[in-house]
């Protein structure tokens, strides 16, 4: 797990690796750190470790990779991998049945299947709607009922807020493109006018 870990002593730029490439290496022969990560652009990029300890690891690697494949090919995880797909196969075919839910009345069977139906793609704002009036069809005990309308109400909300946002953001935009484009015409004007002058003084 330690080699997943990085630690900020064992993070070095790829211009101190060009500069310190001594250094860095005997730390790591030395087991003071126990890799060195190198960052290009602030990300790591490559890791320095010991070549035995790379040895190591691979070695591991390739006893566990064997392991795995010996415990695939035998027969019995065949056999629970198959029973496995076909199980979710046959669970997949299988339709739901409401009637094997006991005290259940044909109103509620219906709004269980309504809301079974998927809907066609709307935006999330439709979404919610449909979902509060469902909830409102639904028999719940008010506390529960509150709770869920303000749960979807404050969905709502939000959702109106980011939208908002993302339209003041481009007016924003829209204003400072305006303001920038008055601002350069303004220095234009403003070069213009010294040109001129300057032509005057010389001529």
């Known amino acids: 797990m330690g080699l997943l870990l990085y630690k900020s002593d064992e993070m070095y730029s790829s211009t101190e690796l060009i500069r310190k490439s001594k ?11 126990d890799k060195a990560i190198i960052l290009r652009d602030g990300k790591p990029c490559f890791l320095l470790m010991e070549f035995k300890k790379y040895e190591k690891i691979m070695a591991e690697y390739e006893e566990l990779k064997s392991y795995v ?26 339709p739901i049945k409401i009637n094997s839910i006991q005290n259940i009345t044909p109103e509620d069977k219906t709004k ?5 139906k998927k809907d066609p793609e709307i935006s999330e704002e439709q979404e919610i709607n449909n ?15 509150k709770e869920a309308e303000k749960k979807i109400k404050l969905r709502i909300l939000e959702a109106r ?43």
Do not use: C, G, H, Y
């Open 112 to 116: 269980i299947e309504k809301l079974s």
């Open 131 to 145: 979902a509060l009036r469902k909830i409102e069809n639904i028999d719940f005990d008010d506390t529960m009922k």
């Open 23 to 33: 250094m860095i290496f005997d730390k790591v022969l030395d087991k003071k750190i």
């Open 69 to 94: 494949d010996t415990l695939q090919n035998t027969p019995s995880s065949k056999k629970v991998k198959k029973e496995k797909i076909e199980k979710s196969q046959k669970i997949q075919k299988e």
């Open 161 to 203: 807020k980011q939208r908002e946002k993302i339209l003041s953001n481009e007016q924003q935009n829209k204003e400072d493109l305006k303001e920038e484009l008055i601002l350069q015409s303004q220095l234009k004007e403003v070069k213009l006018q010294k040109d001129r002058e300057l032509r005057e003084f010389w001529d």
